[in-house]
């Protein structure tokens, strides 16, 4: 959550307090081989990540 942030939360959630509105999520997207890349891809395009 950044500076100002007022809004709910759905059930669940863990708030994580962020001293900027910018932050970074950095994470792997793991394959083990070709006939992983089509559900490797579905995963980046679901984050907006390139492939």
């Known amino acids: 959550m950044?500076?100002?942030y007022s809004g709910e939360?759905?059930?669940?959630?863990?708030?994580?307090?962020?001293?900027?509105?910018h932050v970074w999520i950095i994470g792997r997207t793991q394959?083990?081989?070709?006939?992983?890349y089509e559900a490797?891809?579905?995963v980046q395009?679901?984050?907006g990540s390139p492939h």
């Open 9 to 21: 939360l759905p059930d669940g959630m863990t708030p994580i307090a962020a001293p900027t509105p």
């Open 2 to 4: 950044g500076p100002g």
């Open 31 to 36: 394959t083990n081989g070709p006939a992983d």
């Open 40 to 42: 490797v891809h579905a």
């Open 45 to 47: 395009a679901g984050t």
